[in-house]
């Protein structure tokens, strides 16, 4: 299971990818975020208009004035992208998108179809993707190392130990580096 975090970032970085596999969590998150997100525009943009109308004045016209569409509209191919994804997971095709055109039973039908399970076992669309179970492994599998390396977060680490302060054996290794360069490359130049 993706944390928020981990969802919203793959929500992010697969914006534009219509093919893989998005779990429920990695499909979820992201749409209970942005869907509070939706509603509070939405409650910002109805107060516009209630201040406008106390104030017996015309609501204001600016692209700017309400922020529910333009959240929409930003938001529109990340959405629609996640569903794909999700319904890729759970072994459908990304058509299903077109049962939402029958009037109201095909909402609900869209609904059930991103709630249903992940597919446990690779399909058409790429192996699961759930951090919490184990793809089965073929003959010649990764080593344990390279697997884990794939997590989402695992890449936040690599700057952890960036600004980790260095040994005393690293700054020593590092000045003899910088002292064979300048014999190698600095010094020759200069007597030349």
């Keep these: 299971m993706y944390s928020p975090v981990a969802a919203m970032e793959s929500y992010i970085s697969n914006a534009v990818t219509l093919n893989g596999r998005a779990t429920r969590s990695e499909y979820w998150w992201?749409?209970?975020?942005?869907?509070?997100?939706?509603?509070?525009?939405?409650?910002?943009?109805a107060m516009t208009v209630m201040r406008a109308m106390e104030d017996a004045a015309l609501p204001?016209?600016?692209?700017?004035?309400?922020?529910?569409?333009?959240?929409?509209?930003?938001?529109?191919?990340?959405?629609?992208?996640?569903?794909?994804?999700?319904?890729?997971?759970?072994?459908?095709?990304?058509?299903?998108?077109?049962?939402?055109?029958v009037p109201f039973l095909g909402v609900l039908v869209y609904l059930v179809l991103l709630l249903m399970p992940s597919e446990r076992h690779e399909n058409a669309w790429g192996s699961?993707?759930?951090?919490?179970?184990?793809?089965?492994?073929?003959?010649?599998?990764?080593?344990?190392?390279?697997?884990?390396?794939?997590?989402?977060?695992?890449a936040y680490a690599v700057l952890l130990q960036a600004a980790a302060e260095p040994s005393p054996e690293e700054i020593a290794r590092r000045r003899q580096e910088v002292h064979e360069y300048f014999m190698r490359n600095v010094s020759r130049r200069a007597t030349t």
């Design 60 to 101: 204001p016209l600016g692209i700017t004035a309400y922020w529910s569409p333009i959240l929409s509209l930003v938001t529109f191919v990340p959405n629609f992208t996640a569903a794909i994804r999700r319904l890729h997971d759970s072994g459908r095709s990304g058509g299903w998108t077109l049962v939402t055109l």
């Design 30 to 45: 992201p749409a209970l975020v942005v869907g509070s997100a939706t509603i509070a525009a939405g409650l910002a943009d």
């Design 128 to 154: 699961p993707r759930d951090p919490g179970v184990a793809p089965p492994r073929p003959r010649s599998a990764r080593p344990a190392a390279e697997a884990q390396a794939r997590r989402p977060l695992d």
